[in-house]
């Protein structure tokens, strides 16, 4: 047994036996028990806290140190995190640190465990609503590629077009938003941050270098959700709402509309190109308002007015 991994058995008696003295250590291993001191002393040099007690009932026990040292997990335990990874994937504010885990976790365990692995991930979560995903390669480079900061080219399809472009951008980080990947990236030689929807992505490349980027979002999920509510949309929408920004910001989604606060009252904020959507949108939040612009915005609300009458 090399001394590598004579020091991982080692931790694994230590996990599997709390309080196993080095004498007991020792025969296990077939090494002297000076060696299985030594080892042991390696291990904490490693990060690991292992308290010792003197004594005949005396001996070894790991507990919980300062930093976060290298676990070891057999099948099961791997797959237990891998399940549980899948989970945190739809929760906020963990989706992406998730998703570099598990592809971290897939990189490093035996070939035999892949196929685990591989099934486990195709588990989906169960879900009323549509959900419009990215592919699992895509996903997974761009998350690794935010984390180690690293350059990629990406061939991404602009909306309402279905031909793609190879675009080199340096990536910042993964967000989610109603259940949709956006990735905001700075392309090369420019100095604005974009966003790209990840399921628009069909290819991923690293280029294994970095470009210069401009200073990053302050709040990421914020950015989004400004570029989603106010993209290069054909409408710029404003309307007043008399009532209070509090209240308006309890009804919209900050991806779909800003809410602007000016005294009592507010102003919403948001782009579109399809004017019918905003005139239905806007009356199902059952709001008294008022349409600052376009002019054309309230034609289209009398005309969702009139039908809702001749209708009901």
Known sequence: MSTTSRRLETLALLQAHPGISATQLASRLGVTERTARRDVA?????????????????????????????????????????????????????????????????????????????????VETVSGRPTRRPGREVLVAVALACRAGEALRIRHRRQGSGTTRPVDVQPHRLVAVRRRWYLIACPREEQDWAVYALDRVEQVQPLGTRFPAPQEPADAAVFVAERLAHGPWRYGVRVRVHTSADLVRELVDPAVATVVEDGDECELRFGTDDLDWAARWLTYLNLDLDVIEPAALNDQLRNLGRWLAVRY
């Not at 990060?47 to 070891?72: T, V």
């Not at 640190?97 to 692995?117: E, I, Y």
Request: glycine share 8%.
């Open 42 to 122: 390696h291990l904490r040099e490693a990060g690991y806290r292992i308290d010792a007690e003197a004594g005949r009932e005396g001996g070894y026990r790991l507990s919980a140190g300062r930093s976060m040292p290298p676990l070891l997990l057999d099948a099961d335990e791997v797959a237990a995190v891998a399940v549980g990874l899948r989970t945190a994937v739809s929760v906020e504010g963990l989706e992406a640190p998730a998703v570099t885990a598990l592809a971290k976790l897939t990189q490093v365990v035996p070939s035999r465990w892949r196929t685990r692995l591989s099934a486990l991930a195709e």
